[in-house]
């Protein structure tokens, strides 16, 4: 099977401009996660949908940032407008019955 | 503050010895524990969960939880160069639906040829 999917794997911006970043969860699934990585935060969580619907945006950090599910198989990161401060991995992750969740491999984001 | 915490290391074993990596949480509703495998550049990969107090092994990966003391441990035996990484130790801080988890910052892991 394949597992999470996402895109662009990697991605340069220039301040202000629009990101979209994308995922596919593993079939079958129905929960994904979006996180964001950096070297001083860690790990952390953005939102979290739970059978289409977010259940939890706590963390999205402002209002420049959105995301959607519109079906079971797609979901979108949107960044607008970008800031430097934004550049970090970008992981989605899903999970289905159980609560163990796979990480897809992440979209390396720059905002120069 | 609900946290999860972990030694940032880095820890250094050598080759064929027994690496012990420690994680404590703030939360004593917490009810589901994982141990997350992440090599440089690569997103996090699931290597142990665990849900009871108690032992659980899986080939040379052996994860240990007790909830008393609120502690969390993953044991690698006969460590190989391959395991160098960071683990991340990540935890469900009690929160109403038992799919959110938090992350610690990880244990950076060498071993030594």
């Known amino acids: 099977d394949a597992g999470v999917i996402q895109s662009p794997r990697h991605e340069v911006t220039e301040m202000g401009q629009e990101v979209t970043l994308r995922c596919k969860p593993i079939?079958?699934?129905?929960?994904l996660f979006w996180y964001r990585q950096t070297m001083m935060r860690g790990l952390e969580l953005l939102i979290y949908?739970?059978?289409?619907?977010?259940?939890?945006d706590s963390g999205m950090p402002e209002d420049r940032f959105s995301a959607k599910m519109p079906n079971a198989s797609f979901s979108t990161l949107k960044i607008q407008p970008s800031e430097p401060r934004d550049s970090a991995v970008y992981f989605c992750?899903?999970?289905?019955?159980?609560?163990?969740?796979?990480f897809g491999p992440g979209t390396r984001l720059t905002v120069t | 503050q609900k946290e999860v915490e972990q030694n940032s290391g880095p820890l250094s074993v050598p080759e064929g010895a027994i690496a012990s990596l420690n994680c404590t949480y703030s939360?004593?509703?917490?009810?589901?524990f994982f141990w997350y495998r992440q090599y440089s550049g690569k997103s996090p990969e699931l290597i142990m969960s665990?849900?009871?107090?108690g032992d659980k092994e899986d080939g040379r990966f052996t994860a240990q939880l007790n909830k008393a003391s609120q502690y969390v441990s993953l044991l690698i035996r006969d460590s190989q160069p391959s395991d160098s990484a960071t683990y991340l130790c990540?935890?469900?801080?009690?929160?109403?639906?038992?799919?959110?988890?938090?992350f610690g910052s990880g244990t950076q892991l060498t071993v030594l040829p």
């Open positions: 992750a899903s999970t289905s019955q159980g609560y163990e969740q796979y």
């Open positions: 079939s079958g699934h129905n929960s």
């Open positions: 949908f739970n059978n289409n619907v977010p259940i939890d």
């Open positions: 939360d004593r509703g917490s009810q589901s």
């Open positions: 665990i849900y009871s107090n």
């Open positions: 990540a935890v469900n801080l009690g929160v109403w639906d038992a799919r959110q988890l938090t």
